[in-house]
């Protein structure tokens, strides 16, 4: 029997309902029921329980998975929370399958941001996040110098998250335009560095996310393509196992 239990975390991920850390959210939250009782963190639970999140039933929701690439708007909140944020990206796109972002990109940035009801590729792609490449276009408030490239580029230390950033790409666009290459996702990050420097973020946009690129209007989105899906599995390939049966159910063969 103790081999067909899992944690309740890893069980609303894996029916596709959240990722696992939107998932303890839920539960520290009280939002999630057991056979009717309101569990503890980490408890684990059988094919035979009864899952509920705000009194409704949760099931496995069998099926092909959803991956999607959204260009979200300024002003956007990526949370699933739509009873806490009125302006939430589930409510923006109205798609008709549950689905939930992969990451974050903060409300006054635009850009591409990913989607799935999958939640085994969030947790590969969220504990792989320092290894993998994301690009961003930047408008600041003033004129770039050749020394705040070096600076960006070199690794700044952030003071109030006790953090020193990793080396990165930075290339000047114009004379306050700059794109910049990240490997890692701390809180508000280039915003952080650029204050650091003197400097204020005017605009910021994601336009590539590993081997994905921004190629859709603000506010629309568009399924993965095959080709793209099987390159991000590849990406992922040596941080965690990837999981094959996956990737032909989303094919249907």
């Known amino acids: 029997m103790s081999e067909n239990l899992k944690r309740i975390n890893k069980y609303l991920s894996e029916v596709g309902y ?3 850390r939107e998932a303890d959210k839920l539960i520290e939250a009280g939002r999630v029921t057991i056979n009717g009782a309101v569990p503890e963190m980490g408890t684990k639970i059988s094919p035979t329980d009864e899952v509920c999140v705000d009194g409704k039933r949760i099931e ?3 099926g092909a998975f959803v991956y999607l690439a959204f260009n979200k708007p300024i002003g956007i909140v990526c949370t699933t929370d739509t009873r806490v944020e009125k302006d939430n990206i589930i409510d923006f ?3 008709p399958k549950r689905i939930f972002p992969i990451g974050r990109l903060d409300k006054p940035s635009e850009g591409l941001i990913l989607l799935t009801d999958d939640g085994d590729i969030v947790n590969k792609i969220l504990r792989a996040s320092n290894n993998h490449e994301k690009e961003y276009i930047v408008t ?3 004129p770039i110098s050749q020394t705040f490239i070096q600076r960006m580029s070199g690794g700044i230390y952030l003071k109030d998250l006790d953090r020193t950033t990793k080396k990165c790409e930075v290339k000047k666009l114009d004379s306050q335009t700059f794109s910049i290459i990240l490997t890692q996702g701390l809180n508000r990050q280039i915003r952080r560095m650029c204050e ?7 605009t910021l946009k994601r336009v590539r996310i590993m081997n994905i690129p921004l190629d859709i209007p603000v506010g ?3 399924e993965l393509t095959s080709k793209e899906f099987n390159d991000l599995n590849s990406l992922l390939e040596n941080s965690t196992k990837i999981f094959q049966d996956r990737a032909r159910k989303r094919r249907g063969s």
């Open 196 to 202: 650091y420097l003197t400097y204020e973020v005017e």
């Open 140 to 142: 600041v408030d003033k």
């Open 93 to 95: 796109i109205k798609y």
């Open 60 to 62: 496995n929701l069998d």
């Open 220 to 222: 629309e989105y568009r």
């Open 18 to 20: 959240c990722s696992r």
